[in-house]
C-alpha cells in the first residue's frame, strides 16, 4: 500500500485544501483559474447552437464571468441563471461542457 502524500495529511489536519471562504459570499471559491477563452467558446456556442432568447439569461451571466472571472458574485448568478433553464439544461451541458466544469468547481450554498 502506497503511503498517503504528506500535502494531504496536512491539509486533512488543517481543514485546509483548495477551496477557501470569503465572508458574507454564496459561494466557495476554489483556487482554478476560470478560462476566459473557453467562456468565449461556450456562448459562441449556446448563442448558434440553441438561439438568443433561450438561453440570454445565462449569456449575459457568461459575458460579465468572461471580463471578471474572480468575482463570486457571477458564480452564484451563474447557478441562478442555469436553474432558470428547466430542460434546457441539457441541451446547454451538450454545447457547453464547460459550464459543468466550473459549476461542479463551486459549491454552492442552500439557502432554500
Known sequence: MHPTPPSFVASARTGEGNLSRSAGSTVTTPQRRIDAAAIASSIEQLQERLGTDDVAPLVTVLEAIKRNP??????????????????????????????????????????D
Do not use: C, E, K, W
Not at 70 to 99: C, H, K, N
Open 70 to 111: 474572480q468575482d463570486s458574485a457571477l458564480m452564484d448568478r451563474l447557478s441562478q441563471a442555469f436553474d432558470g433553464l428547466g430542460i434546457m439544461q441539457g441541451a446547454v451541458l451538450t454545447y457547453a461542457p464547460y459550464l459543468a466544469i466550473i459549476l461542479s468547481d463551486y459549491s454552492f450554498d442552500d439557502t
